[in-house]
């Protein structure tokens, strides 16, 4: 089992950055891939970005040249670096992991999740 656990949220103006944190326990995350979604009301989880075991990173459309997904293995953590927020990108951010195949932008792909962390951007 893998417990993931975000922190990092908050409420922040538009334009400003926010960097997330997911740490895990339980189990090293090295093998795994690690993805970053995120849920606002209403709406469905939507894939933000992933980093492969490897080091390989993805990003949802909305959120390349803006975000930067990065991990420390030492550490157990996964990073979310938000730059240039939008009002857009107001949502529940979570944090999962992803052992075995399956797309990395798909929600079923992964096995284990965090609990979320809010992220409110002012207009």
């Known amino acids: 089992q893998v417990q993931l656990v975000e922190s990092g949220g908050g409420l922040v103006q538009a334009g400003g950055s926010l960097r997330l944190s997911c740490a895990a326990s339980?189990?090293?995350?090295?093998?795994?891939?690690m993805g970053w979604f995120r849920q606002a009301p209403g709406k469905e989880r939507e894939f933000v970005a992933a980093?492969?075991?490897?080091?390989?990173?993805y990003y949802g459309d909305s959120v390349k040249g803006r975000f930067t997904i990065s991990r420390d293995n030492a550490k157990n953590t996964v990073y979310l670096q938000m730059n240039s927020l939008k009002p857009e990108d107001t949502a529940v951010y979570y944090c999962?992991?992803?052992?075995?195949?399956?797309?990395?932008?798909?929600?079923?792909?992964?096995?284990?999740w965090g609990q979320g962390t809010q992220v409110t951007v002012s207009s």
């Open positions: 980093i492969t075991w490897g080091g390989s990173t």
């Open positions: 339980g189990r090293t995350i090295s093998s795994y891939t």
């Open positions: 999962a992991a992803k052992f075995y195949s399956g797309s990395y932008y798909n929600t079923g792909s992964y096995d284990y």
